[in-house]
């Protein structure tokens, strides 16, 4: 009886949509017809499931080309990238569902699955008691407060400054005038060879002396003390070298006012007047500073910098003194 159906309905004029620019197309019993002619089969149910599948073909639609899905507004950012505000509203649900108890089990062990042992331990033991986090953080504010000493600028100058004196250690003072010509210089070293980088020298005099000053009004906490007089040494960068197998090779900054105070850098000062022990006291101390100095690297371990001191910034005084020599009619040499 279905058969018969069918057949009823194939033998009626059937208008499928199959062209735009077409609005139906008419299938004659005809065509179907010829359909069944070039078919080989000989079971009816055959001939009706072709004639069904070729119905099908007809009375479907093209299939249309896939385009990517994209979402309009602002790509997706990792949660590491966003901000606090944004991490709590991704969050939110979640910390809405979850109990704390479990987010706080789920983020040890995820911790520990991550290879962070130590944290994983850190948030065990610290969520272990009510108590145990403000422990912990009472012990960390208090290790900030001791690593951070505020002194104020009193204080500060105090460190290296007193009342009748001052005085910088040398090998400080070179680093920082060492790593200030490095800054200065960067394009022409960055034209060096590894090698040369390596051995660079730089080349200082230094010299002591005593003046006479008018004293100040000024009251020290020492009666006996006095600041009509003052003696100093000082150190004067010179030039800045570059020595293989101790030939010098290059030139790479030359002072260019080598007597100008533009470049002084003092070293030690004293309210002390000038005399041949004071003198040959002053020369030993900077004499036992420029046997224990060392080179001077940059922070990327690329440029080191060895120092050499020259004591030429005397007067004739200085140099009797140096010399022991007793009278100013012979020569000190």
Known sequence: MSAMKTVTKLNKSVEFPRDTSKTVNTITRSELYN????????????????????????????KLPLWPSQKPGRPVKQFHELSERSKRRRTKELRAHVPVEELTFAACVS?????????????????????????????????????K???????????????????????????????????????????????????????????????????????????TDDDSNIFMSSIVPVRLIVSVDGQTTKTIWQNPVPSSVRFCRPIRARFLHETKDVTKEEIEHIRNQ???????????????????????????????AAMDTASTMRCYI
């Open 35 to 62: 359909i069944l002619k070039g078919f080989k089969g000989k079971k009816i149910d055959e001939k009706f499931t072709l004639l069904e599948d070729r119905l099908a073909q007809l009375t479907s639609c093209p």
């Open 149 to 223: 000493m505020k002194y104020t600028p009193q204080e500060a100058l105090s460190l290296f400054v007193e009342e009748t004196h001052f005085n910088v250690e040398l090998q400080a003072l070179l680093d920082h005038t060492a790593l200030r010509l490095v800054q200065y210089l960067k394009e022409v070293l960055d034209t060096l060879a590894n090698t040369e980088k390596q051995n660079l020298i730089l080349i200082s005099k230094w010299g002591c002396d005593g003046s006479h000053q008018t004293p100040f009004k000024q009251k020290f906490e020492n009666v």
């Open 111 to 147: 911790q520990s699955t991550s290879g962070n042992k130590v944290s994983s331990k850190m948030i065990k033991e610290i969520t272990s008691t009510p108590t145990k986090a403000k422990k912990f953080r009472r012990i960390i504010s208090s290790e900030k407060d001791h690593d």
């Open 290 to 320: 420029a046997k224990n100095l060392k080179g001077t690297e940059d922070s990327e371990k690329l440029i080191k910098i060895s120092h050499s001191i020259l004591l030429t910034m005397v007067d004739g005084k200085v140099c009797n």
